[in-house]
């Protein structure tokens, strides 16, 4: 995965070149509880642009965290710093991950990415420290972590020995000893309400972006790409978008699949190719459901009865609108 081009070896200059220590800079007399090759940087070539439809997303992406970046003459005047926060949240599926390529892309960023899975061992508070020492070396860097839920839930309801490891989290996102300067972190979490509120502060996770399942174009747009490599055959693309309301961008690749797949048994009888139609979406229609309905009634449920503070008001306004197309 890592790009050792020369684009790379800028970035690695600065992480080896100099030897010079910073504040904070680890111990060299400690030996690092990861290597490079473990949280390996890519340079991310999409941009917002390869992402169908979702204008709204796009748009609050672009006011609330591209834009102040980008100006560099406003950025100085108001002593913006270049750095930031930001928490992708929405049902599962929905393409979280994607939208956190694009915006490194946009910024010109290396893109790290990171599984919870990726920090808990034995040395889970150092890897940590490890991850955001080679952010900061490959600077600009945006680094994703994936279900973040499952690392930065509540502190009081988590287990003991995570503790430490929320705790250095924060320690890393203030930036107590070393400079986060071109340094954004992003998370992703299908559970934003069991997040602690700690990572939330200003400074930290302090903007949140509610990503909702994909829009009529943007289905359209999956079940063009997912039909690309594939025998087809008069297939209306919008037309399917109409009767997938509420699909995730995940149950549309199984859709299309499901269809491929019926195509591929008449064609193993008939031994020949048999095209997919529209008369197999049709049929699998029938018997597939959206999966982020569950997720949509937890999150109705957090919306009417949970915090008014404003934080949910992207989901609660896309609720709304749902209810009134119904």
Same mark, same amino acid.
């Given at each position: 995965?890592?790009?050792?081009?020369?684009?790379?070896?800028?970035?690695?200059?600065?992480?080896?070149?100099?030897?010079?220590?910073?504040?904070?800079?680890?111990?060299?007399?400690?030996?690092?509880?990861?290597?490079?090759?473990?949280?390996?940087?890519?340079?991310?070539?999409?941009?917002?642009?390869?992402?169908?439809?979702?204008?709204?997303?796009?748009?609050?992406?672009?006011?609330?965290?591209?834009?102040?970046?980008?100006?560099?003459?406003?950025?100085?005047?108001?002593?913006?710093?270049?750095?930031?926060?930001?928490?992708?949240?929405?049902?599962?599926?929905?393409?979280?991950?994607?939208?956190?390529?694009?915006?490194?892309?946009?910024?010109?960023?290396?893109?790290?990415?990171?599984?919870?899975?990726?920090?808990?061992?034995?040395?889970?508070?150092?890897?940590?420290?490890?991850?955001?020492?080679?952010?900061?070396?490959?600077?600009?860097?945006?680094?994703?972590?994936?279900?973040?839920?499952?690392?930065?839930?509540?502190?009081?309801?988590?287990?003991?020995?995570?503790?430490?490891?929320?705790?250095?989290?924060?320690?890393?996102?203030?930036?107590?000893?070393?400079?986060?300067?071109?340094?954004?972190?992003?998370?992703?979490?299908?559970?934003?309400?069991?997040?602690? /509120?700690?990572?939330?502060?200003?400074?930290?996770?302090?903007?949140?972006?509610?990503?909702?399942?994909?829009?009529?174009?943007?289905?359209?747009?999956?079940?063009?790409?997912?039909?690309?490599?594939?025998? /087809?055959?008069?297939?209306?693309?919008?037309?399917?978008?109409?009767?997938?309301?509420?699909?995730?961008?995940?149950?549309?690749?199984?859709?299309?699949?499901?269809?491929?797949?019926?195509?591929?048994?008449?064609?193993?009888?008939?031994?020949?190719?048999?095209?997919?139609?529209?008369?197999?979406?049709?049929?699998?229609?029938?018997?597939?459901?959206?999966?982020?309905?569950?997720?949509?009634?937890?999150?109705?449920?957090?919306?009417?009865?949970?915090?008014?503070?404003?934080?949910?008001?992207?989901?609660?306004?896309?609720?709304?609108?749902?209810?009134?197309?119904?």
């Amino acid at each position: 995965m890592r790009d050792d081009g020369a684009d790379g070896a800028d970035g690695a200059g600065k992480a080896r070149g100099t030897g010079a220590a910073r504040p904070g800079a680890w111990d060299p007399e400690v030996p690092d509880p990861l290597d490079d090759d473990d949280f390996p940087t890519e340079r991310e070539k999409i941009t917002l642009a390869d992402v169908a439809g979702m204008e709204k997303v796009k748009e609050r992406i672009n006011a609330a965290f591209l834009m102040p970046m980008r100006n560099e003459e406003l950025r100085k005047a108001f002593s913006k710093s270049l750095r930031g926060g930001l928490l992708l949240y929405g049902p599962p599926g929905c393409g979280k991950t994607y939208i956190a390529r694009a915006i490194a892309g946009e910024m010109g960023a290396r893109f790290l990415y990171v599984s919870v899975a990726d920090i808990l061992d034995g040395k889970s508070s150092r890897n940590v420290q490890a991850l955001f020492r080679q952010a900061r070396q490959y600077s600009p860097c945006v680094v994703f972590m994936d279900e973040l839920d499952a690392m930065g839930g509540r502190r009081g309801n988590m287990a003991s020995w995570l503790r430490p490891v929320v705790t250095q989290l924060l320690t890393e996102l203030d930036s107590v000893e070393d400079d986060n300067e071109g340094v954004f972190f992003l998370a992703a979490t299908n559970h934003p309400w069991d997040i602690d /509120s700690a990572l939330k502060r200003p400074g930290r996770l302090d903007r949140m972006l509610f990503v909702p399942p994909p829009d009529a174009e943007a289905r359209a747009s999956i079940v063009g790409m997912e039909l690309k490599e594939r025998p /087809s055959s008069d297939i209306d693309a919008r037309k399917i978008a109409k009767h997938t309301d509420g699909f995730s961008g995940a149950d549309i690749s199984h859709l299309v699949e499901s269809a491929a797949e019926r195509a591929l048994l008449e064609s193993a009888r008939a031994g020949r190719v048999r095209p997919i139609v529209m008369d197999d979406f049709r049929a699998v229609l029938g018997e597939l459901r959206p999966s982020t309905g569950p997720w949509m009634e937890t999150a109705r449920n957090m919306v009417e009865f949970g915090s008014a503070d404003g934080a949910y008001d992207e989901l609660a306004a896309y609720i709304r609108s749902n209810r009134s197309r119904r």
